[in-house]
């Protein structure tokens, strides 16, 4: 059973309490969206970020595993839903200029076959902005326990994801944020 099945209706309203509002601003910034873009959230579950991006972009896909998370997406012309696994992306090569995904890679168990497909759907040169938890530390084992609970999550550290993505054929650099998480902010190399 998908957990984001039983959950989806009230999903946004749990996230809003951790004011979520400054990390979006940054995520946005680094994204830098234009007009012209066609951008791939995947696990984007009820379309939190896709409310906020769309108006600055072409289209905004929102891809995810949940059918019920996908069905509380707003309706918008420029938001189109897609319901599948990130490690295996319904569109064509090279059909994407930007790709996020947002406090979802760890609950995706084949991450390998995962950024395989993001390299494969992801535009030359174009930007994937990825932001996932450091769980290091206490508050860091204490939040592995509660997802390792609800989902069995597997995290990736920061270096390892760095490492990861450099073996994919993307440049990128880690930030740091407040709490526990941290943003992978990378570019397909242009070869």
Not at 18 to 33: C, Q, S, T
Not at 121 to 131: L, M, Q, R
Request: include cysteine; aromatic fraction near 10%.
């Amino acid at each position: 059973m998908n957990i984001f099945n039983v959950y989806s209706s009230r999903y946004d309203k749990f996230v809003n309490t951790f004011g979520y509002d400054e990390k979006d601003g940054i995520i946005i910034k680094e994204l830098d969206p234009s007009p012209d873009q066609v951008i791939l959230d995947i696990g984007g579950g009820t379309g939190r970020l896709a409310r906020k991006i769309s108006q600055y972009v072409k289209k905004f896909v929102v891809l995810d595993s949940s059918e019920k998370m996908l069905k509380e997406v707003p309706e918008d012309n420029k938001i189109e839903t897609c319901l599948a696994m990130a490690q295996n992306i319904p569109f064509k090569d090279s059909s994407f200029d930007s790709i996020l995904c947002i406090d979802a890679l760890h609950h995706i168990k084949a991450i390998d076959e995962t950024i395989r497909e993001i390299n494969r759907v992801i535009k030359k040169d174009g930007k994937i902005v990825i932001c996932e938890f450091d769980i290091r530390g206490i508050n860091g084992f204490m939040f592995w326990m509660f997802e390792k609970i609800i989902d069995n999550s597997k995290f990736i550290k920061p270096r390892e994801l760095l490492v990861k993505m450099e073996n994919n054929g993307f440049n990128g650099k880690i930030i740091k944020l407040p709490g526990l998480e941290y943003l992978y902010i990378g570019q397909k190399n242009g070869i």
